[in-house]
């Protein structure tokens, strides 16, 4: 309903904020599941060309003399964009690290925007800072034993790989060297860039991971200040590299050591698979990530340090929102707390999940998915018609039709994806072009593998 002449439309805060969003949330509700039932599948059919179409005419005027009103707009758009979507909680939907997040953590994502704080003061998140304060220190205690560890929250992981790259660059000068074995995310080298450091080096990962060996003669060769950055959980296949050998090395060279777990690094939380990540906490820093297997909408990353003194650098003062007297007489100062001035409380859906399920519910979710991914690559291993690229390390498949040249790969993913059957992910490995599955919805379950398999049994013949 559009509000009288004159009148303001209404808030979401406030005391009278709950009750203007019941009505609204029930329309969006409503056009959410409309449009998944139109789509139908992970994603809509007909490619580029046909969903902007769609979503074009749906619009029409996207700023019309008269207003349609709230109902009629949220109904149009949120359909829209739901029947437009590349849906993660699909089980068909794998392409990439972009999980489906739990619905709690939407709900409480949902307070966050309702009460629209900003992490720069105290004055702006009374609650909300204190909780960011909780959550990041508790989290950190997961990867540090360490007297006063610490953690920043992100955006993700190019933000926290980017901090990481700031932080060493701000210990150690502009001459820093930076280290990366050629399987490391693309924000490494591009915060190299961002920043005004040299180019950063890439080394060979000739069987996925970063070899120490080369990592030594590297090394060795080396003058200067240097930043080693290793990766836990790489894109293209969830590889981890040999973490305490490559520690040994930076120990022994006397170079800094930064993670980039952002895939892997809540492993940590599961009894089975934490022994992967030893040597985790050898590093001066860590990039977590929590919209990949912690199932969070987006943005929910972390940068955790062994100690609150190394995020030092970050420290800022601007008298509207971190005065010295204020300061002086207790209010929090938030401003060092990131690079970014007015940011959402993403620890409140965090926490709320974290309280929700705990830490052995977290661990089955983590289990179930590297199950699934397991399950995948062994029925996989015993098509002929497929061949499997390597068992999984995390949740990530890699494999392709046997007998088929990468110009047959790539199409017969395009053809699942613009059929809107299934959405795949690629990638390059022993000079060959993979398909890959990211498997992290742990509702997933044995038979829509089957049905994945049955689409390509089909898709591959056509």
């Known amino acids: 309903m559009t509000a009288p002449p004159g009148t303001p439309p209404p808030l979401a805060g406030g005391c009278t904020g709950a009750d203007a969003l019941r009505p609204l949330l029930d329309t969006v509700l409503d056009a959410l599941r409309t449009g998944a039932r139109e789509r139908g599948g992970p994603v809509p059919a007909g490619g580029p060309d046909t969903v902007?179409?769609?979503?074009?005419?749906?619009?029409?005027?996207?700023?019309?003399?008269?207003?349609?009103?709230?109902?009629?707009?949220?109904r149009t758009l949120v359909h829209a964009l739901a029947a437009g979507a590349a849906d993660p909680a699909d089980p068909l939907c794998t392409a990439h690290l972009h999980g489906p997040p739990l619905a709690v953590a939407v709900a409480a994502d949902l307070a966050a925007a309702a009460l629209n704080p900003s992490l720069d003061s105290w004055d702006q998140a009374p609650a909300a800072s204190t909780i960011e304060t909780l959550l990041a220190h508790t989290l950190a205690a997961e990867f540090y034993d360490t007297p006063t560890p610490d953690a920043l929250v992100t955006t993700g992981g190019t933000e926290a790989n980017q901090l990481a790259l700031l932080l060493a660059r701000e210990r150690h000068g502009n001459n820093l060297t930076?280290?990366?074995g050629a399987n490391a995310h693309h924000s490494v080298p591009r915060a190299a860039w961002l920043l005004g450091l040299p180019p950063s080096t890439p080394l060979p990962t000739p069987t996925g991971t970063l070899d120490p060996a080369r990592l030594a003669e590297a090394l060795a060769s080396t003058t200067g200040p240097t930043l080693v950055t290793a990766t836990a959980g790489t894109t293209d296949a969830g590889l981890i590299d040999p973490l305490h050998p490559i520690a040994d090395l930076c120990h022994q060279y006397g170079a800094d050591l930064h993670i980039d777990a952002a895939y892997g690094g809540l492993l940590a939380l599961s009894p089975r698979h934490r022994p992967r990540l030893t040597g985790l906490e050898r590093a001066q820093s860590l990039t977590i990530d929590l919209h990949k297997l912690g199932w969070q909408p987006v943005a929910a990353g972390l940068l955790a340090?062994?100690?609150s003194r190394l995020l030092a650098p970050l420290t800022h003062q601007a008298d509207y929102l971190n005065a010295p007297d204020d300061t002086e007489a207790g209010?929090?100062?938030?401003?060092?707390?990131?690079?970014?001035?007015t940011r959402r409380p993403d620890a409140l859906k965090i926490a709320t999940t974290l309280r929700s399920l705990g830490r052995d519910g977290l661990a089955h979710l983590i289990d179930r998915t590297c199950e699934l991914a397991h399950h995948l690559a062994h029925l996989l291993e015993a098509h002929p018609a497929f061949e499997l690229h390597a068992a999984p390390t995390l949740t990530t498949v890699l494999f392709r039709p046997i007998q088929a040249d990468d110009t047959h790969v790539a199409a017969l993913r395009r053809t699942l994806l613009y059929?809107?059957?299934?959405v795949l992910g690629r990638a390059t490995a022993d000079g060959r072009l993979w398909l890959k599955a990211t498997l992290l919805n742990p509702h997933t379950t044995a038979r829509d593998l089957d049905t994945l398999i049955t689409l390509l049994e089909g898709s591959a013949h056509r």
């Open 52 to 74: 902007t179409a769609r979503v074009t005419a749906a619009l029409g005027d996207v700023l019309p003399d008269h207003g349609t009103g709230d109902h009629e707009a949220l």
């Open 178 to 180: 930076v280290l990366h």
């Open 419 to 422: 059929d809107g059957h299934a």
């Open 305 to 307: 340090v062994p100690d």
């Open 331 to 341: 209010l929090p100062d938030l401003l060092g707390r990131s690079l970014r001035t």
